[in-house]
């Protein structure tokens, strides 16, 4: 979680949800728990996803669209507002450039909130999701 004042950035938490479980079922249910926890203890009134894209992989493409519609699931019934940004968009609002690889990202992440050592890229890429969505949401008072 990620907040904003003025151009100053704070991070107040992070982690990487790695479902578990013997069968997707279980494992998409264990996410929408874990998932509505992080909510419950945490309180958000917005989330920004990533958008679905198309890998090379079929099965992995169903498995994140699986996820991923759990995730908006879970904000939906939390009556969360949620905004969707391209892998290009986010990119482009970390590092400046929409064909970023992902060591930018982290590097350019820990940057913007002052850590002291790359988080790992499932974290960064989340983060970075928050800081565009910061970048791209209405200023307060416009």
Same mark, same amino acid.
């Given at each position: 979680?990620? &907040? ?22 279980t494992r998409l ?5 874990? /998932? ?9 009134? =917005?989330?920004? !996803? ?10 992995? &493409? !169903? !498995? ?39 060591? =930018? ?8 909130l002052g850590l ?14 928050? /800081? &565009? ?6 200023? =307060?008072? =416009?």
């Amino acid at each position: 979680m990620v &907040t904003a004042e003025g151009n100053r950035y704070h991070l107040l938490d992070f982690g990487v949800i790695r479902p578990k479980g013997d069968d997707r079922s279980t494992r998409l249910s264990d996410l929408a728990e874990r /998932l509505a926890k992080v909510i419950e203890e945490h309180g958000p009134d =917005q989330a920004a !996803v990533e958008t679905a894209f198309t890998g090379r992989n079929p099965r992995s &493409t !169903v !498995v994140l669209a699986e996820a991923r519609g759990v995730i908006l699931s879970v904000l939906g019934s939390a009556r969360i507002g949620v905004t969707d940004y391209t892998p290009a968009e986010v990119k482009k609002s970390i590092v400046g450039h929409g064909r970023a690889e992902k060591p =930018q990202i982290a590097f350019m992440v820990s940057r913007l909130l002052g850590l002291h050592k790359t988080p790992p890229h499932d974290a960064a890429d989340a983060m970075a999701i928050a /800081l &565009t969505h910061i970048h791209h949401r209405p200023r =307060q008072g =416009q």
